[in-house]
């Protein structure tokens, strides 16, 4: 069974959410058979590249809020990721256009890697007070540091054309399906989940997208002729 999900990485309930599928995941009696792929979506494709400001300056300009509203609001996602059992700094964070982040996690997914290149970004951003937008040598320092080559992680960013295309096949795909905000989740193409949801609802999310599966073809004929591991039958 396959589950995409759709993120950013300047989404703290994406943060949230992952952590919280996972959970429903690690006690999933079928976990073994569900393939799991994360998907790009940017929040404001809008920013410029190279930029980044302060979350909690940017909540406020973006939503009409004070600064002490976009502060609280920053204290009560931190508090909702702590129960969850995630670090997360409620001051001091920036943000920022994350389409190469999107393009690394396409390159990484193609090493088999992807689940570590996004939870490196996402302590990154979520768990360290250090700037993590709008400067490629930031970013290079984090790839590296959850365990990539170096050398292969600067010519990726370097190179903005690298997985651009993936990215924006993502974001159609994500487009197409109607989605309005992240985290999505889409299970087997047939079943979707939004947003953070308690541990339980993905839960129950895996467990019906499971039961629903295709049944296994029944065979209607049995003796055609056919190609397998010992080689081909010769018709006689």
């Known amino acids: ?19 919280r599928f996972n959970d429903a995941l690690a006690g999933f009696e079928n976990a073994a058979g569900v393939q799991v792929t994360h998907r790009s979506f940017e929040l404001d494709p809008t920013v410029p590249a190279g930029t980044s400001s302060g979350v909690i300056e940017h909540i406020a300009k973006k939503y009409g809020r004070s600064l002490e509203q976009a502060a609280d609001g920053e204290r009560q996602l931190g508090a909702a990721a702590n129960e969850a059992g995630l670090e997360y ?3 001091g964070r920036d943000s920022g256009n994350s389409f190469d982040m999107h393009r690394l996690l396409h390159w990484a997914d193609e090493l088999g890697r992807q689940e ?8 990154a951003n979520f768990a360290d007070e250090a700037p993590l937008f709008g400067s490629d ?3 290079v320092e984090v790839a590296v540091g959850a365990g990539f080559d170096e050398g292969t992680v600067r010519d990726v960013v370097a190179d ?3 997985y651009a295309d993936a990215v924006r096949r993502d974001e159609s795909q994500a487009q197409e399906f109607g989605v309005q905000g992240v985290p999505f989740y889409v299970f087997d193409r047939k079943y979707a989940v939004s947003g953070a949801q308690p541990v339980e609802t993905f839960a129950q999310a895996l467990t019906r997208a499971w039961g629903d599966r295709p049944a296994v073809p029944q065979m209607l004929n049995p003796d055609g002729d056919a190609c397998g591991p010992d080689g081909c039958a010769v018709p006689q």
């Open 137 to 139: 040598d930031r970013l």
């Open 89 to 91: 700094v409620t001051s």
């Open 1 to 19: 069974m396959q589950v995409e999900i759709w993120t950013d990485i300047n989404c703290p309930f994406c943060y949230l959410g992952k952590k």
């Open 160 to 162: 903005k054309t690298r």
């Open 116 to 123: 570590s290149m996004l939870d490196a970004l996402y302590l």
